[in-house]
């Protein structure tokens, strides 16, 4: 499992941030933490509690309260918020720090930049994006591809059949994710997004034929950076001596990083179409979620039909 960091650059360009201070090396810096804070309190002098590892965002309120006080108490301020080893110093609403704010942040080498959002809506795709980022993260050998809405994670020893199965569900109209690697990040309790490394993203591999660019092949419309991952379908070669579930009365799921996502095993054997099958897997999953269990309404059926015997 991974923790990365995030460079002050890459957050620079995601957010459209100008940098104040260009003799500052923005790669150099990194962020670890995905939450900002705006020092409000540290404006006053009140330093305990003060967690450095944050982007420092200075909004309206701060800045109003920094034009209503003395140059020397503020620059006395900034002194000791600066003398942190904070990530960056921002500014939203396209406010210009005084020339003392970026001298002191040149000196001590803390990137000041300066945001064109208000505060409210800077904040918070700031810790929407970083969450992200910064999300636990691992990597795993399959394909991930967008049915229907439906994050539809596809696993299965190699040559079994997966890369297969995501081509013709593209041909279908859906949309793919990754194939043979995906990154799996927590971003929440409830939700895993996956995505594709850079190295392999769009493209899939056919034994027999090589490496294909989806995107190049079926259009822009074909392929998805990020998906939600909302079930995992197992394939494995058919087991003649294996009982596989014929119901559904009973959902089966596997864990990553300590989500339980459903998982539903399918065997595999010449003559079943893949495609349409993950297709009414994801259909039925959708189903499920707003309160439709076929497998359920035949239980009940099948019992009322005892009961009149």
């Not at 339980?260 to 979620?289: D, F, S, T, W, Y």
Request: glycine share 8%; proline share 3%; net charge negative.
């Amino acid at each position: 499992m991974v923790n990365g960091t995030v460079p002050v650059s890459e957050l620079a360009e995601k957010m459209g941030l100008s940098n104040l201070t260009p003799d500052i090396d923005l790669t150099a810096r990194s962020i670890e933490f995905y939450d900002v804070n705006r020092p409000a309190l540290q404006l006053t002098g009140f330093f305990d509690h003060f967690d450095d590892s944050r982007v420092q965002i200075i909004g309206y309120v701060e800045q109003e309260y920094i034009d209503g006080m003395d140059d020397e108490l503020a620059r006395m301020r900034f002194e000791k918020l600066l003398s942190y080893n904070i990530p960056c110093l921002v500014f939203s609403r396209s406010y210009q720090p005084a020339d003392y704010v970026l001298s002191i942040c040149a000196e001590r080498g803390i990137p000041c930049l300066v945001s064109q959002k208000t505060t409210s809506d800077l904040s918070s795709e700031m810790v929407r994006w970083l969450k992200v980022k910064l999300a636990p993260c691992i990597s795993i050998h399959g394909v991930l591809v967008d049915v229907y809405g439906e994050g539809v994670l596809i696993m299965g020893d190699s040559g079994v059949g997966k890369s297969e199965a995501a081509l013709e569900l593209v041909k279908r109209g859906h949309r793919l994710v990754t194939d043979d690697v995906v990154e799996i990040r927590k971003v929440s309790d409830d939700t895993l997004i996956g995505s594709a490394p850079e190295v392999t993203k769009n493209f899939i591999e056919l034994r027999g034929i090589g490496i294909i660019n989806i995107k190049n092949l079926f259009g822009f419309e074909s392929v998805k950076d990020t998906q939600q991952i909302d079930m995992v379908i197992k394939l494995e070669e058919w087991d003649k001596n294996k009982e596989y579930d014929r119901l559904g009365l009973t959902d089966h799921y596997t864990d990553f990083l300590g989500n339980q996502i459903i998982c539903h095993e399918i065997p595999i054997r010449p003559g079943r179409n893949l495609a349409i099958i993950v297709e009414c897997a994801a259909v039925n999953n959708r189903a499920k979620k707003m309160g439709h269990n076929a497998a359920t309404e035949l239980f009940q059926r099948v019992n009322a039909n005892i009961g009149k015997a």
